[in-house]
């Protein structure tokens, strides 16, 4: 594969030690871990994503519930429903699929979370935890590129890393993440300037933008680092945010779309809801 990262082979193996540890969590505690979704409306993306987290609690031996809610959902009744998962013994991750419809509070809903069920890190305290440098649940995401970067043997210690895209979700966590790893991070979004003069500088760059092939390949520096982290549907198929093949020439390692971060984040939460689920037994 010269050098291309292997999302999937990275999550193959990374889910046969999930199986395992959840095995040794059921045997112990006489019940597997447990791992509630919540999805609100009918969003065609996020029914796949839901689809694809219930096939990897399945594979890996955690306990999925899923609620699949209608459209009309009122912000009450999703609120008292996560009332239901805090107080649910059964449950050690909770996950309300994002975005919701826009006549829901998101920031509201996600408070709500028992933050020791917060597998997903988006609770402003798991982000708080973060950004003090003692994290509990980490966001999926970044937290899969670290484990990518780690398996390929990826020294951060005073590398130059630039993030391209500041969400909540990737941009700001990640750039947190590879900064506890000692590298030097710059956070880059819509107002950057300059961004190409950034781009070619960094020893490892991190594209979270949503734009589809927007990184071009002749910005990227000899012997770099990309990850991409862009899910971009196109009339000519899926595509990073990264324009690949131009990239792949000069990347010492890089990540593709699909096959890259994408089969790392499930991969990650399931992890997460295993960790959640020892830390509530402990
Ligand atoms: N929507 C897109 N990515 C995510 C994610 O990582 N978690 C949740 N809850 N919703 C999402």
């Not at 040794?24 to 609100?40: M, W």
């Not at 987290?53 to 609620?67: D, P, T």
């Not at 030097?184 to 594209?207: E, F, Q």
Request: hydrophobic share 40%; charged share 25%; aromatic share 4%.
């Amino acid at each position: 594969m010269g050098n291309i990262i292997d999302g999937k082979a990275l999550s193959r193996k990374k889910r046969e030690e999930i199986t395992q540890q959840a095995e040794d969590f059921s045997r112990r505690h006489g019940r597997p871990p447990g791992l509630a979704v919540v999805l609100v409306g009918q969003d065609p993306a996020s029914a796949i994503y839901v689809r694809n987290k219930r096939a990897g609690c399945e594979q890996c031996g955690i306990r999925s519930f899923e609620y699949l809610l209608n459209e009309s959902t009122t912000q009450k009744e999703l609120l008292a429903l996560i009332d239901r998962l805090n107080a649910d013994n059964d449950v050690d991750g909770i996950l309300v699929q994002l975005p919701l419809p826009s006549h829901l509070e998101e920031k509201e809903v996600l408070l709500r979370i028992d933050p020791s069920k917060d597998v997903d890190g988006f609770h402003p305290y798991s982000m708080g935890r973060l950004l003090m440098g003692e994290p509990t649940l980490v966001p999926c995401t970044p937290r899969g590129i670290v484990y990518m970067l780690d398996e390929h043997g990826v020294d951060l210690k005073g590398k130059d890393a630039v993030i391209i895209g500041r969400s909540n979700i990737v941009g700001k966590p990640a750039a947190l993440l590879l900064m506890m790893r000692h590298a030097t991070i710059t956070i880059c979004h819509s107002r950057t300037r300059n961004l190409a003069g950034k781009i070619a500088a960094a020893d490892v760059v991190v594209a979270a933008i949503g734009r589809a092939e927007f990184v071009r390949g002749e910005w990227i520096k000899d012997g770099a680092v990309v990850i991409d982290v862009g899910m971009n549907r196109t009339e000519t198929g899926l595509k990073g945010d990264v324009q690949f093949d131009e990239a792949k020439k000069r990347a010492s390692l890089i990540t593709p779309v699909p096959g890259g971060v994408g089969p790392m984040t499930i991969t990650m939460l399931l992890d997460n809801t295993l960790i959640a689920a020892r830390a509530r037994m402990s």
